[in-house]
């Protein structure tokens, strides 16, 4: 990945929706050689996927909780199913096995405090899960998805 692509990377992570001209434009680049870029970028891994950023108050998710689990040491299999579930859970936005006292770190978006209540339950009551400590987000400062990328491609 060279300096090119690097501005590439930078530029689409902010404006997605942009032709390629624009994207061109920006890095100066054709149409022609930001598509192959492009290809490139995401046969690699560089980009997983496009999506849209959606304000989660518009679309009835205005709970931001992150919550801590603590998982003993149980069976694998134990922690698979708590695993599964999260996987397959929605309102799980993420979810990071974390250095420290806890296992797990999930942040979790809701459309109400009841919603959370009985997500939080099904947690605890998992196989493996000994504990969990729950905080709520009152207000965001700043909430992005943009990967800072270092100028050398480190």
């Keep these: 990945m060279d300096a090119i692509d690097r501005k590439i990377?930078?530029?689409?992570?902010?404006?997605?929706?942009?032709?390629?001209?624009?994207i061109g434009a920006a890095v100066g680049l054709s149409i022609s050689a930001v598509n192959e870029r492009l290809k490139k970028l995401h046969t690699?891994?560089?980009?997983?996927?496009?999506s849209a950023a959606v304000d989660?108050?518009?679309?009835?998710?205005?709970?931001?909780?992150?919550?801590?689990?603590?998982?003993?040491?149980?069976?694998s299999d134990d922690v698979d199913a708590f695993l599964n579930a999260v996987r397959r859970n929605d309102a799980v936005l993420?979810?990071?096995h974390v250095t420290g006292r806890?296992?797990?770190?999930?942040?979790?978006?809701?459309?109400?405090?009841?919603?959370?209540?009985?997500?939080?339950s099904?947690?605890?009551?998992?196989?493996?899960?000994?504990?969990t400590h729950t905080e709520l987000a009152l207000s965001s400062l700043k909430e992005t998805s943009v990967v800072?990328?270092?100028a050398d491609g480190t």
């Design 148 to 150: 800072p990328l270092a």
């Design 44 to 50: 690699c891994g560089a980009i997983q996927f496009w």
């Design 122 to 131: 099904g947690i605890a009551a998992a196989p493996g899960v000994t504990q």
């Design 9 to 22: 990377l930078a530029y689409v992570q902010k404006g997605g929706r942009d032709s390629y001209a624009e």
């Design 56 to 75: 989660p108050r518009a679309v009835g998710r205005p709970i931001l909780a992150y919550t801590q689990v603590l998982t003993a040491g149980a069976r």
């Design 94 to 96: 993420e979810c990071h």
């Design 102 to 120: 806890w296992s797990y770190l999930l942040k979790i978006r809701t459309e109400s405090l009841e919603s959370l209540e009985a997500l939080l």
